[in-house]
């Protein structure tokens, strides 16, 4: 029976999805009631499958490093951000090799999730981490224009502000290419010095 609750509804309706056939996982992600600031990442690894915990794994550590040197440590802002994703199901390995990235029909199916979400918390602030997120949090482009500024958005009949991250994944390599290191140093930036984020980790010391 569907609860009168809109987040219990919520949390039901998100962890019970079996939309996608072709996924390889359940779906994974880090609900937090009442966050006023959401992280949408690409899709869960095996890892994060097997801990049923979002950024569990190297791709993680990497994240959080870059969290940590703007005053969020990891479980402060795993308390703090709800952390959701353009797939919320691990998508199985891809033929060549890493993980299959989520297919066009699978992020569509996936949409209504992240749909509801905003609806419900009306967040201040988005941050999308990789290029497929960036696109559905900011719209087109490539990393190298999304990365860097604070963009406003609006999705669900919800206005925000978005910044756009690269993956922190270990097999990206947008970080070598010259001045992206730059663009993510802004980006960071925009993050620690937005209001939804100083009000939940503090001014930058
Ligand atoms: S990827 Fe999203 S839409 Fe597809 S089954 Fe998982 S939770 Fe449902």
Redesign the pocket.
């Known amino acids: 029976m569907k609860s009168n609750d809109p987040w219990r509804a919520h949390l039901d309706e998100?962890f019970g999805?079996?939309?996608?056939p072709e996924?390889a996982?359940?779906?994974v992600s880090g609900a937090v009631r009442d966050a006023q600031i959401i992280l949408v990442g690409q899709?869960p690894g095996p890892r994060e499958q097997e801990a049923r915990r979002p950024f569990a794994y190297t791709a993680g550590r990497r994240l959080f490093e870059w969290f940590t040197s703007i005053g969020a440590e990891e479980e402060r802002f795993r308390e703090s951000v709800y952390i959701a994703a353009v797939?919320?199901?691990f998508?199985g390995r891809a033929p060549t090799g890493g993980d299959r990235p989520?297919s066009r029909i699978?992020i569509a199916?996936?949409a209504?999730?992240l749909d509801r979400e905003l609806a419900l918390l009306v967040p201040e602030l988005v941050i999308a981490v990789g290029g497929l997120a960036g696109k559905e949090v900011a719209g087109s482009g490539d990393l190298a224009t999304m990365v860097g500024p604070l963009h406003r958005c609006n999705r669900a009949g919800v206005a925000f502000d978005a910044v756009v991250l690269p993956h922190p994944s270990g097999r990206s390599t947008w970080l070598n290419v010259p001045g992206n290191r730059e663009k993510l140093g802004n980006a960071l930036s925009a993050i620690a010095t937005h209001r939804a984020f100083r009000r939940a980790f503090g001014p930058r010391v």
């Not at 999805?17 to 996608?20: A, I, S, T």
Request: aromatic share 0%; proline share 15%; hydrophobic share 25%.
């Open positions: 998100l999805c079996r939309r996608c996924v996982g359940t779906p899709a797939a919320r199901c998508p989520p699978e199916n996936c209504v999730h």
